[in-house]
């Protein structure tokens, strides 16, 4: 796969993302977070289940299901996080996996420690907090769940990059979507129950959005781009998720934009593009 198309596949994905956070904030009002996410992601599994059917290899199936649980991890802790705190707060905290993937593939993927990578997510991950100054702190357990997000979120980018190599990316993704919504099962057997809340149109309406576009589809991308280009170069480029964030909320629920939305969205640009720029120059 060409490396632009990969990026260009990332850039939708975070596009997809950054209208999920008020879209599920507002969810939450209707349906408990484990409910949620068992619907999500059993519906997101059945989506994809007819196209790898033929496909599915007992490699794919063992690596894909591990990688579910630190997207279990991810996903279970940010959303019921956002039970306790603002969605921008949520972003921010989340955001920290950009920070977090360069370190940690230094002990996972035994890569060479690189001060550069660093240094260009952590000025990526301070336009993200300058995009968010102004959001209200939340709930200190809110914020501690999502700190454990991020580096879930991080653990599972660079799981897929060390497990995905020559798999299927489609049964890779299904494996690890069935994984989430088994154990969210597990640990919220109550949720069958919740069933009768896919009533209220909203909620069927985010479980179907979230489900379709937000996992199956963002999810498979995001295992395809990994696969051709790299962890770090993916979530620096997933950070962009705040931007959308921001366009959507103003044009669709006529948030204002402040200057130092404008400055944060302008350097986290600027790092993913010299980090793309970067590493393009080190295959070359």
Known sequence: MDKRVAY???IFI???????????????????PLSFLVYRFLIASLFLLPF?????RKKDAIYGSLVGVPLFAGYATQT????????????????????????????????????????????AFIG??????????????????????AFAYAGQLIFTEKFLVNGDAMVFTFFQLLTVGVLSLLFHPQSIIAAVKLENHYVLF?????????????????????????????????ITEPIFAVLISTFLFKYPITISMI?????????MVFAINRENKKIN
Do not use: H, Q
């Open 8 to 10: 260009i596949g990332l």
């Open 14 to 32: 975070a596009a997809i993302w950054g209208s999920t956070f008020p879209i599920i904030k507002n969810t939450l009002f209707y349906i408990d």
């Open 52 to 56: 790898i059917i033929k496909k599915i």
């Open 80 to 123: 019921i996080g956002l039970n306790y705190t603002s969605p921008s707060m949520s972003g921010l905290i989340t955001g920290l996996y950009v920070v977090l993937t360069p370190v940690l593939s230094i002990f996972i993927l035994k890569t060479r420690g690189d001060y550069i990578k660093i240094l260009l997510a952590i000025i």
């Open 128 to 149: 993200m907090a300058l995009m968010t100054l102004n959001s209200t702190s939340g709930e200190l357990i809110g914020n501690l769940l999502t700190l454990v997000c």
């Open 206 to 238: 985010s479980v179907l959005f979230n489900a379709i576009l937000g996992s199956a589809l963002a999810i498979w991308i995001m295992s395809i781009a990994v696969k051709n280009t790299n962890s770090y170069i993916s979530a620096l480029i997933l």
């Open 263 to 271: 400055i944060g969205g302008i350097i986290i640009l600027i790092s």
